[in-house]
Antibody, heavy 117, light 105 residues
Framework: QVQLQQPGAELVKPGASVKMSCKAS????????INWVKQRPGQGLEWIGE????????NYNEKFKSKATLTLDTSSSTAFMQLSSLTYEDSAVYYC??????????WGQGTSVTVSS | DIQMTQSPSSLSASLGGKVTITCKAS??????IAWYQHKPGKGPRLLIH???TLQPGIPSRFSGSGSRRDYSFSISNLEPEDIATYYC????????FGGGTKLEI
């Protein structure tokens, strides 16, 4: 079955960077886009960007172009998102999801990032 | 960028009742709208895509309709497990979520 595995939590200091992972299984990794979505505490969902493992193509929400970098390791079917120059506003849960035949069909459990000194 | 205006932001309903949530796009999205159920501690769950197509395993008491800029999502025969926040998502041009609707029963 399709699964997207994400680590549960990361604690990082302001000004630092964090690189989180999304390990896919149960399908052909290179055939489906991977999306990343942010949810701040008490807030809604916000699309960050997407990457196509088959070709390494990326699309970003303009708001996150200088904040997020999406990369891949196709040998391990893993997508990564690095967030740079972290501030308290980056404290959130970050989800990865797969784009299937209709919208984002499978989601990870999310990684909770806490930015704190 | 396409904006999605979702309403209401919260609503309260009775078991066995029906609720309807609407999303209005800032431009025609050609029926490329999906609806999600989101519960705390979990990833969102896709219920409906392309306006009205139910995902496998989703009960028929969930439904969607609409066209051009105006879309709606309904849940009938409300059950306790329907307590969640619901989001619309346009995917005609990149991706934009609606603001969410918190459902209480």
């Amino acid at each position: 079955q399709v699964q997207l595995q994400q680590p549960g939590a990361e604690l990082v200091k302001p000004g630092a960077s964090v690189k989180m992972s999304c390990k896919a299984s149960g399908y052909t990794f290179t055939s489906y886009w991977i999306n990343w979505v942010k949810q701040r505490p008490g807030q809604g969902l916000e699309w960050i960007g997407e990457i196509y493992p088959g070709r390494g193509i990326t699309n970003y929400n303009e708001k996150f172009k200088s904040k997020a970098t999406l990369t891949l390791d196709t040998s391990s079917s893993t997508a990564f998102m690095q967030l740079s120059s972290l501030t308290y506003e980056d404290s959130a849960v970050y989800y990865c999801s797969r784009r299937g035949a209709g919208a984002m069909d499978y989601w990870g459990q999310g990684t909770s990032v806490t930015v704190s000194s | 960028d396409i904006q999605m205006t979702q309403s209401p932001s919260s609503l309260s309903a009775s078991l066995g009742g029906k609720v309807t949530i609407t999303c209005k796009a800032s431009q025609d999205i050609n029926k490329y709208i999906a609806w999600y159920q989101h519960k705390p501690g979990k990833g969102p769950r896709l219920l409906i895509h392309y306006t009205s197509t139910l995902q496998p395993g989703i009960p028929s008491r969930f439904s969607g309709s609409g066209s051009r800029r105006d879309y709606s999502f309904s849940i009938s025969n409300l059950e306790p497990e329907d307590i969640a926040t619901y989001y619309c998502l346009q995917y005609d041009n990149l991706w934009t979520f609606g603001g969410g609707t918190k459902l209480e029963i």
